[in-house]
């Protein structure tokens, strides 16, 4: 009898651990998921108060996510991530009422720092250099530790890049994170930064093409069934605890544990996970966007940190949103939409909107938190850990979750 992977969460670290082991063939792939969809925290949903399917929560990618274009390759939507043919990023300062189109130039070579045309205005080439020190930190420091935070460079580019990255107030952030975001990205020029949205929806992008795949590929997707407990013996998880039905694992089975840390520190003895999380705010307003507007707008001195436009809807997303999950919902949804009016022209009127709160969208991106983070393998020899709050090197990202998926596959495959 072939050996059989248990999956646990089909979010994007279990569904790309399930795409490469699925894909080698001999082992049966089985994915349990607690709720009734997929995705986790990247997912689609119909909001009935819009009367459209929107996303939980506008998610960029960018061209040098190697390893989520390579899964969107292999599911076959690379195509439904669309961005401009260049990187270009606007922005409005809210203050000053200035705009501006920062655009990289494509090689390693950062050329678009000496064109007062392609670089941040009210900056000189020599601004940037301060810049450099983050891209090899030393050990467990703070941004804030490493660079100053303040300045025309730091308030117009850094700043609005790393809390979108990070999803923290940048000074608290990982500078050992900061910088893998940077040598990735900014380090490697235009080619790897240029911004990328799936139009459609994630979704039809990132979610749906991957289950087909896998049922095609003979592997079974479980919803509804949350792994409530595990027995373990010596070396190895021996049987998995669903409720209302038990799997005893044979010798050769193993389990891919790729549910968030809240979910996985319960389930695993002795397991150091982070235990501090930041909050994503989106607003999704049912308007058509004007016409001219770019399909992503940074802005700054605002509430509203991303407006994104996508057709029939506006939607705006606040990175590090704690101060604001308690404000009441259309208290918020007013603020936010005034602004929004204000930057695109729009009617001042509040269009339908909804809200949506990701209280534990990711972990908090500190240096204490970041060295909390497991590695996959763990001290049984057939449960492998997965997910974004693993030690991914990378910042609770799409990226990073697929990563993580990736690498459990490739400890799983390393077992027989
Ligand atoms: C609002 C928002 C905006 C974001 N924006 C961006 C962005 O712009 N760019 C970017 O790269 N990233 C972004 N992210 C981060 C990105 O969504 C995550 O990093 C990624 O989706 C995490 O995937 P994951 O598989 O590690 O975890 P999850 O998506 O949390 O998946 C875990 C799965 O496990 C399931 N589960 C939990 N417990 C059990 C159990 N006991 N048994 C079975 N199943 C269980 C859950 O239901 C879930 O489906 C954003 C996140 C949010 C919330």
Request: aromatic letters at 6%; charged letters at 20%.
């Given at each position: 009898?072939?050996?059989?992977?248990?999956?646990?969460?089909?979010?994007?670290?279990?569904?790309?651990?399930?795409?490469?082991?699925?894909?080698?063939?001999?082992?049966?792939?089985?994915?349990?998921?607690?709720?009734?969809?997929?995705?986790?925290?990247?997912?689609?949903?119909?909001?009935?108060?819009?009367?459209?399917?929107?996303?939980?929560?506008?998610?960029?990618?960018?061209?040098?996510?190697?390893?989520?274009?390579?899964?969107?390759?292999?599911?076959?939507?690379?195509?439904?991530?669309?961005?401009?043919?260049?990187?270009?990023?606007?922005?409005?300062?809210?203050?000053?009422?200035?705009?501006?189109?920062?655009?990289?130039?494509?090689?390693?070579?950062?050329?678009?720092?000496?064109?007062?045309?392609?670089?941040?205005?009210?900056?000189?080439?020599?601004?940037?250099?301060?810049?450099?020190?983050?891209?090899?930190?030393?050990?467990?420091?703070?941004?804030?530790?490493?660079?100053?935070?303040?300045?025309?460079?730091?308030?117009?580019?850094?700043?609005?890049?790393?809390?979108?990255?990070?999803?923290?107030?940048?000074?608290?952030?990982?500078?050992?994170?900061?910088?893998?975001?940077?040598?990735?990205?900014?380090?490697?020029?235009?080619?790897?930064?240029?911004?990328?949205?799936?139009?459609?929806?994630?979704?039809?992008?990132?979610?749906?093409?991957?289950?087909?795949?896998?049922?095609?590929?003979?592997?079974?997707?479980?919803?509804?069934?949350?792994?409530?407990?595990?027995?373990y013996g010596r070396d190895r998880?021996e049987?998995?605890?669903?409720?209302?039905?038990?799997?005893?694992?044979?010798?050769?089975?193993?389990?891919?544990?790729?549910?968030?840390?809240?979910?996985?520190?319960?389930?695993?003895?002795?397991?150091?996970?982070?235990?501090?999380?930041?909050?994503?705010?989106?607003?999704?307003?049912?308007?058509?966007?004007?016409?001219?507007?770019?399909?992503?707008?940074?802005?700054?001195?605002?509430?509203?940190?991303?407006?994104?436009?996508?057709?029939?809807?506006?939607?705006?997303?606040?990175?590090?949103?704690?101060?604001?999950?308690?404000?009441?919902?259309?208290?918020?949804?007013?603020?936010?939409?005034?602004?929004?009016?204000?930057?695109?022209?729009?009617?001042?009127?509040?269009?339908?909107?909804?809200?949506?709160?990701?209280?534990?969208?990711?972990?908090?991106?500190?240096?204490?938190?970041?060295?909390?983070?497991?590695?996959?393998?763990?001290?049984w020899r057939?449960?492998?850990?997965?997910?974004?709050?693993?030690?991914?090197?990378?910042?609770?990202?799409?990226?990073?979750?697929?990563?993580?998926?990736?690498?459990?596959?490739?400890?799983?495959?390393?077992?027989?």
């Open positions: 009898m072939n050996a059989t992977v248990h999956i646990i969460g089909a979010g994007l670290a279990g569904l790309s651990a399930a795409v490469r082991l699925s894909r080698a063939g001999g082992r049966v792939v089985v994915v349990h998921e607690a709720t009734a969809f997929a995705g986790g925290r990247c997912r689609s949903y119909h909001d009935a108060a819009l009367g459209m399917t929107i996303d939980n929560g506008n998610h960029l990618l960018l061209s040098g996510n190697r390893a989520a274009l390579d899964y969107l390759r292999t599911i076959g939507a690379e195509r439904r991530l669309v961005g401009p043919p260049a990187a270009e990023f606007s922005f409005v300062d809210l203050a000053s009422g200035e705009r501006w189109t920062l655009r990289f130039n494509d090689g390693p070579i950062p050329f678009w720092i000496f064109d007062p045309g392609r670089r941040v205005p009210g900056t000189r080439a020599l601004d940037y250099a301060p810049m450099a020190q983050l891209l090899w930190p030393p050990a467990g420091k703070a941004v804030g530790e490493v660079i100053a935070c303040e300045g025309t460079v730091y308030r117009r580019l850094v700043e609005p890049l790393l809390l979108a990255a990070l999803n923290i107030d940048p000074p608290q952030g990982s500078a050992r994170l900061a910088a893998a975001v940077i040598r990735e990205t900014l380090a490697v020029g235009g080619r790897a930064c240029r911004p990328l949205i799936a139009r459609e929806g994630l979704g039809s992008t990132l979610i749906e093409p991957a289950l087909a795949l896998l049922a095609q590929r003979g592997a079974v997707i479980r919803m509804e069934h949350q792994l409530r407990s595990m027995r998880v049987t998995l605890y669903f409720g209302n039905d038990n799997i005893a694992l044979n010798t050769d089975d193993a389990v891919v544990l790729a549910v968030p840390p809240y979910a996985a520190a319960p389930l695993v003895g002795d397991l150091a996970t982070p235990t501090e999380f930041r909050a994503i705010v989106n607003a999704h307003f049912r308007i058509d966007p004007p016409p001219v507007m770019p399909s992503m707008l940074g802005v700054l001195n605002a509430t509203v940190e991303w407006i994104f436009a996508f057709p029939g809807r506006i939607s705006v997303t606040i990175s590090a949103g704690d101060r604001l999950v308690d404000t009441p919902r259309e208290e918020l949804a007013k603020t936010i939409w005034c602004e929004v009016a204000h930057v695109t022209g729009l009617p001042a009127a509040l269009p339908p909107w909804q809200i949506v709160r990701e209280r534990r969208a990711t972990f908090a991106a500190t240096p204490a938190q970041d060295a909390r983070r497991p590695g996959a393998a763990t001290q057939n449960l492998v850990l997965a997910g974004d709050w693993t030690d991914t090197s990378l910042p609770a990202t799409i990226e990073g979750a697929i990563r993580s998926g990736n690498r459990a596959a490739e400890v799983i495959a390393k077992l027989s």
